[in-house]
């Protein structure tokens, strides 16, 4: 046996978005999304430091990420997850989902929660973010929509970390077929980031 074995260690990060209406159980988008590595290895630093940056603090919401042509064919865009002061492609709407914040207005269902089953070398952060009937103001009074250029009909969505200087970092983004949030329906989204820790025996 080589007696210069060394561990390698590394830590891999993927996250998972469900959109769907909790009075109806249907469900808008269910699948994976991309991760700002550069902006997450900030974070996670600034996390680990207790410097009071780098937690997740928001959840951002646009009408960017994806055009439709008059046959209803969708071009999705590429996630923008490289450039420490990347965004969403036209963010419209955003909401507090840090239960701490003063400016979260409802805690109880926008809210961070940390999940680790014990044993295993994972561990989730799933952020809850609900969009109740009243909200965003504006919207429109049924799902009806015949373009998807309004203002809340959503095609991508990312989470952003806070920072003292009130300059936010997008950590994650997500692109997907367009959704409307009207008045008449509840939007429920589940965000899933994974932390998973990753270590091995290797010879030099």
Known sequence: ???????????CVEGHIKIYDPKTNEIFVNKRNAIHYENMSIALAQSLSNSGN??????????????????GIITYLTPNSTGTNASLYNETFEKVVDDRSVNNIDAFRNKTEVRHVSGTNYTDVLVSCLLDYGEPVGQDAFDTASTTDSLYVFDELGLKSWNTDNNMMLITHVIFHPVQKSLNRLIQIDYTVRVQSLSGIAGE
């Open 1 to 11: 046996m080589n007696d210069k074995l060394k561990e390698n260690n590394g830590v």
């Open 54 to 71: 780098g937690f997740i603090y928001s959840m951002a919401f646009g009408n960017g990420g994806t055009s439709v042509d008059p046959t």
